[in-house]
T-cell receptor, first 113, second 113 residues
Framework: AQSVSQHNHHVILSEAASLELGCNYS??????LFWYVQYPGQHLQLLLK??????LVKGIKGFEAEFIKSKFSFNLRKPSVQWSDTAEYFC???????????FGTGTRLKVLA | SAVISQKPSRDICQRGTSLTIQCQVD?????MFWYRQQPGQSLTLIAT?????????ESGFVIDKFPISRPNLTFSTLTVSNMSPEDSSIYLC??????????FGPGTRLTVT
């Protein structure tokens, strides 16, 4: 069965530190890849997405993610985090041509001011 | 992106009762989805609701427990029937965007006592 793994469940960083959150999926075919963010008290928002083309995608608020097909990975990065990045981050995958999402278990990021 | 509202935002219900959750979208959409997020876990797709047809349920979810209505292209309801404490979750609806991305409502936090 398809699955999505996020290895870091809780991450604590100081402001200006660099961030990398891991995401691996288990499906060998064409996939669409997403990162969502949920800020405290708010609903899920799309951070960035990958459908095809350049494997390095840029999203909102300075986030980027790199799709490495050989590693079945779609890691999220930000060079310098801010206190306002404190949130829960979800990786999601759907098979190409379908709308059904498989979500990872989420990573809670806390950024210390 | 679509603007999605849900009612109620939260509720506390007694076991054995039912709750109907409403999802309203500010534009016409073909596909709507219902998810469940149990405490400490990721989002799990319950069903896909297309206007004019029966909802399609995922493995582990059945129509008798989670009946869904989709009377038009901007509205859907999910009923959680004969509730037990295990149904305590956040229930979210979502819609597709122009591509394969989804946009989520704010969620309904259900507590069953």
């Amino acid at each position: 069965a398809q699955s999505v793994s996020q290895h870091n469940h809780h991450v604590i960083l100081s402001e200006a530190a660099s961030l990398e959150l891991g995401c691996n999926y288990s499906y060998g075919g064409t996939v669409n890849l997403f990162w969502y963010v949920q800020y405290p008290g708010q609903h899920l928002q799309l951070l960035l997405k990958y459908f095809s083309g350049d494997p390095l995608v840029k999203g909102i608020k300075g986030f980027e993610a790199e799709f490495i097909k050989s590693k079945f990975s779609f890691n999220l990065r930000k060079p310098s985090v801010q206190w306002s990045d404190t949130a829960e981050y979800f990786c999601a995958v759907n098979r190409g041509g379908t709308y059904k999402y498989i979500f990872g278990t989420g990573t809670r990021l806390k950024v210390l001011a | 992106s679509a603007v999605i509202s849900q009612k109620p935002s939260r509720d506390i219900c007694q076991r054995g009762t039912s709750l109907t959750i409403q999802c309203q979208v500010d534009s016409q959409v073909t596909m709507m989805f219902w998810y469940r997020q149990q405490p400490g876990q990721s989002l799990t797709l319950i069903a896909t609701a297309n206007q004019g047809s029966e909802a399609t349920y995922e493995s582990g979810f059945v129509i008798d427990k989670f009946p869904i209505s989709r009377p038009n292209l901007t509205f859907s309801t999910l009923t959680v029937s004969n509730m037990s404490p295990e149904d305590s979750s956040i229930y979210l609806c979502s819609v597709t965007g122009g591509g394969y991305e989804q946009y989520f409502g704010p969620g309904t936090r259900l507590t069953v006592t």
